[in-house]
């Protein structure tokens, strides 16, 4: 697949959702536009990569742009990470908000939405020392039909038995007809919107902890430096960045450090990690 409407779509992405598509990648382009190109009457992918060309709608034109984006999530996920949080990252967070009692977490690229609700699992799970404290969680995608799946939270056998232990599986989720439904609880702590990491985080606040998981590695060196400064931008001077077991900052970004001995880790570059009491 090759060709100006080709390379105009490949523009497109690279420019709303920083995703790189090289010619090596013709096949996915196919396969993830395909059923796009049968809902709108066409009757191959090469119609609809002119249809987007010459002169598409916005909701076609995104809706384009976000089949081509991966949406891998499952609860858990790496297991380290969580661990990292519940054991490294909360425990001096919590001394040093004793005042403030409030605590705000940031799942960049959420996708489907397990990764928040682990995270509200986590939070929920550590009892009387979060006890009365104001606990929020925002969770971000650029898709928004992905983030309606998330803020339903409901998924299937296949999804809930993939990470989650039989024993979170019964107290966090209840089975319904169409699958297993997140607790009320879980759903009133995370806040779900739409937001592009290109865009940077002004608006969003300042967190404590930031997630961006597993996002980094589809982009190029400029972009993961400019999602890196826009994330580093967000954190709170002792708050703390989990990226992707396959994702680092070193030679692309300055901003953040990796924690010694903990993978996956980063903190503000300068900084160290308190160690709670």
Known sequence: MTGPDYDHFCRLVRQRSGLVLTPE???????????????????????LLAV???????????QAVDVMATHESYFFRDAAPFEQLAEAVLPPLIAARQAQRTLRIWCAACS???????????LMEMGYRLAG???????????EPILRKA????????????????????RWFKQEPDGWRVSPKLQQMVRFRPHNLLQGSAGLGVFDVIFCRNVLIYFDIETKRQILDHVSRAMAADGSLLLGSAETVLGVSSAVEPVPGLRGLYRPAGRTLARSA
């Open 25 to 47: 990648k013709a096949y996915l382009v196919s396969s993830r536009l395909a059923p796009v190109a049968r809902a709108e009457g066409l009757a191959t992918v090469a119609e």
């Open 52 to 62: 987007l060309r010459i002169g598409a709608s916005e909701t076609l034109l995104q």
């Open 112 to 122: 489907s939405g397990q990764e928040p609700y682990s995270v509200a699992m986590i």
């Open 133 to 143: 404290w104001k606990l929020e969680i925002l969770a971000t995608d650029m898709s």
């Open 151 to 170: 803020s339903a939270g409901l998924y299937n056998d296949f999804e809930v038995n993939r990470g989650l232990s039989p024993e979170r599986q019964a």
